[in-house]
Nanobody
Framework: QVQLIESGGGLVQTGGSLRLSCAAS????????MAWFRQAPGKEREFVAGVSWTGISTYYADSVKGRFAITRDNAENMLFLQMNDLKPEDTAVYYC????????????????WGQGTQVTVSS
């Protein structure tokens, strides 16, 4: 069982930066692939970025490549998302998710979810 709590969301202007954090409970954090998803009003939840349980492999949605970076600290049970050059279309609730090794881009692969943190980018 893994419990996830996101933080770091807020209001930022176009071109600004935010760093999201996800604190995980449980001693098995380092066995899970981790990811960030987001959901804008009226839209489906979509994949943003993912990282393997080792932290070696990372993968991104095309819309955020080159702007966002996902990292993890297995010693501290933490997941991060550095978001740079933010755009109004990045506005959404951002969710942290944990899934078994091999989980990648698909929402259904992830077992545990946080409650989300709101990111709003003003134009």
């Amino acid at each position: 069982q893994v419990q996830l709590i996101e933080s770091g969301g807020g209001l930022v202007q176009t071109g600004g930066s935010l760093r999201l954090s996800c604190a995980a409970s449980g001693r098995t954090f380092n066995t899970y692939n981790m990811a960030w998803f987001r959901q804008a009003p009226g839209k489906e939840r979509e994949f943003v970025a993912g990282v393997s349980w080792t932290g070696i492999s990372t993968y991104y949605a095309d819309s955020v490549k080159g702007r966002f970076a996902i990292t993890r600290d297995n010693a501290e049970n933490m997941l991060f998302l550095q978001m740079n050059d933010l755009k109004p279309e990045d506005t959404a609730v951002y969710y942290c998710a944990a899934g078994p090794a091999g989980s990648s881009y698909y929402r259904g692969q992830y077992t545990f979810w946080g409650q989300g943190t709101q990111v709003t980018v003003s134009s």
